[in-house]
Every structure is written in C-alpha cells, then in structure tokens.
C-alpha cells in the first residue's frame, strides 16, 4: 500500500522558515520523481517543486531562490526546505508521486505565515 505523510506544518511569521517532510511507503522511493504542490485558493492545488530520482530539482518561479526541495533514499523521504516566508505562502502543502500510473497524495500540512 502506498502511502505519503506529510509533516513540519505550522505557523511562523514573515521572514521566518520551515520544513515539511514527506515520509513514503509502498514505492521503491529512489526510483521515483517525488513533487510538492500547495493548495490554491481555488481548490486547486498548485506546482511547487520537483525532486528527481537523480537530485535534479524544478522549482515555480514563486518560490525559486527561497524554498529548496531535498530527498533523503535511505530514509524514504522528501524534504521542502521554506525560507524567506511570505503571508502569500499561506496554505495547505501536499507531497505527491506517481506509481502504476495513478497519483498518490499525502493528506497535506498546514503552513500559515503572518504579516
């Protein structure tokens, strides 16, 4: 069964910093392009950043320079790094991967940044 958890949510004031991981189960994780998107304020759930089996990282041009993607094989996990926080970065963070050609979400962690 796969299964992605997400933790490292929180609140934290402008300028401030956090880290989310995304711990993994049921995937051969190394193998596998891990993503990060956060929820828009249309429900929608929005590109943040990618993470590639070979540590090759993609990043929206919104979060470029502040936020770092990282992946750690032995432990199964993915890690977004935020720094530089914004209130506009105010929202739900979900980790995702495909496998077998269906997508797996995590049940997202709250990050609320305050002016």
């Known amino acids: 069964q796969v299964r992605l958890v997400e933790r490292g949510g929180g609140s934290v004031q402008a300028g401030g910093s956090l880290r989310l991981s995304c711990a993994t189960a049921?995937?051969?994780?190394?193998?596998?392009?891990m993503n990060w998107y956060r929820r828009g304020p249309g429900d929608q759930r929005d590109f943040v950043a990618s993470i590639f089996s070979n540590g090759s990282t993609v990043f929206d041009e919104s979060v470029k320079g502040r936020f770092t993607i990282s992946r750690d094989n032995a432990r199964n996990t993915v890690y977004l790094q935020m720094n530089s926080l914004k209130p506009e970065d105010t929202r739900v963070y979900f980790c995702?991967?495909?496998?077998?050609?269906?997508?797996?979400w995590g049940q997202g962690t709250q990050v609320t940044v305050s002016s």
């Open positions: 995702n991967t495909q496998y077998k050609g269906r997508q797996y």
């Open positions: 049921g995937i051969n994780f190394k193998i596998h392009k």
